[in-house]
């Protein structure tokens, strides 16, 4: 298993930015043409790129299923183009998929080999981005994953409510690209293939309320075009442990089977 900690210089946000990365090492490395598929995996609001890596078994999940794992930080951006800040949107579509894949050839391109995932704040990035580019991402999964668009803003000159306005600005921004349900509809309308979802929480997540709106929202849609799946966790809240199982069951959502033997933990 080969383990990348890098820094990349983005043009998009002038600075450095942190990636972390794994790639499942072959008893024969990059033997014969096949190409790795791709797991994009974002952190929450309080996380990093180092995240997955120091709080659940990413890397056993990589060898497992034979998954390279992209795992940028973004900080609190929520993964989008902020409307006082950086263009991370545009950063995690457009230019660190082109670097990466410049640096790691034997990454498979295809949409239908790369899936993007995350929890918390990176389930609703997972969902802005894979919503809005489904030309790159054949699937999406978001675990304890609400649409910020749901949440009533109002400024009362609150730290979390400067941050708000730092990210979407002021006043509701639902029927904007940061709206998820409009992103699900404007996809619809393009009559290209559309990113399938699963999408999990707790029952005793803290925002339980907004990934059900979330839910109803999908579930809503004829002949359900997102091949949507929701699980809701009985018992569980807004924990690794959670995640962690529910990346688990994505990946089988997804129909990946095991490689385990496949591939080498040592370099």
Known sequence: MAHIQ????????????????IVPQEKQPYA???????????????????????????????????????MPGAFQSCYTDMVHGGRYFTYLSE????????????????????????YSNGGYGCLRVGLARPDLFGAIG??????K??????????????????????GNFKGTENDLKHLGREGLKIGKSVARIYHGCGSL?????????????FLSLEGNPYKYHYHEAEGHGHTWQFWEQEL????????????????????
């Open 6 to 21: 890098t820094q990349l210089y983005s043009e998009v946000l002038g600075t450095e930015m942190d990636v972390s990365i």
């Open 32 to 70: 014969g043409d096949g190409r790795l598929k791709v797991l994009w995996l974002l952190h929450g609001g309080s996380g990093d790129h180092t995240a997955w890596q120091r709080m659940s078994s990413i890397e056993r999940i990589a060898m497992e299923y034979g998954l390279a794992v992209i």
């Open 95 to 118: 230019e660190l998929p082109r670097i990466i894949r410049h640096m790691l050839p034997r990454l498979s391109p295809a949409r239908e080999d790369n899936y993007i995932s995350g």
């Open 142 to 147: 978001a675990f304890s994953a609400g649409d």
């Open 149 to 170: 668009s749901d949440i009533e803003f109002v400024n009362d000159g609150s730290q979390r409510a400067k941050d708000r306005i730092m990210l979407f600005g002021e």
């Open 205 to 217: 997540d803290p925002w339980l309320d907004l990934n059900l709106l979330l839910r109803d929202f």
């Open 248 to 267: 688990v069951r994505f990946l089988e959502y997804l129909g990946l089977g095991k490689t385990e033997g496949q591939y080498l933990m040592g370099m």
